[in-house]
């Protein structure tokens, strides 16, 4: 059984949105399970790219995402949170960085036979350093001891899979 969260994310690498997982569950999907409930996504901020973004976007849930234009996103620090079955948080710049300085830092989780990105512990900790939040000063502890790790393996994407099917 597919989650709402792995649905919408399998729908955005399906229609080539340029886009990468962070916050909680890119948190879990580096080895460190732990709640959350909202899905962060740091996406590529061209026109095109936002364009499919929202096409993906105006499927979900009642589709509120239908108010949103290529417009909204200017490359400015803050979200754009849509709520739909889940609160969707979207970024263009996220602690002064944006998706093409965190690429390097991308990894991916296989999710019924597709590739979707992640930021990994070293883009985590460049984003969460700096942050006065206890919950992400305890992430970045927690993730300095995953830096150099090998990539997400299968049982951690399963038990983050297996939890997000829960919500």
Do not use: C, Q
């Amino acid at each position: 059984m597919e989650s709402r969260f792995e649905r919408l994310l399998v729908d955005l690498v399906r229609a080539r949105v340029e886009f990468l997982v962070v916050g909680g569950i890119a948190v879990g999907l580096s080895g460190i399970v732990r709640a959350t409930d909202d899905l962060d996504l740091l996406v590529e901020d061209s026109t095109d790219n936002i364009e499919r973004l929202l096409a993906v976007l105006r499927t979900v849930g009642e589709g509120h995402a239908r108010e949103l234009t290529p417009t909204d996103f200017t490359n400015e620090e803050g979200a754009i949170r849509v709520i739909e079955d889940f609160p969707i948080d979207l970024f263009v710049r996220m602690s002064g960085l944006t998706y093409a300085d965190l690429l390097a830092a991308r990894r991916v989780a296989d999710m019924h036979g597709h590739d979707v990105p992640y930021l990994g512990p070293e883009g985590l900790i460049r984003l969460k350093e700096r942050s006065l939040r206890d919950r992400d000063r305890e992430d970045v502890t927690r993730l300095r001891a995953l830096v150099g790790e090998p990539a997400t393996r299968p049982e951690i994407v399963r038990r983050v899979l297996d939890w997000l099917r829960r919500r």
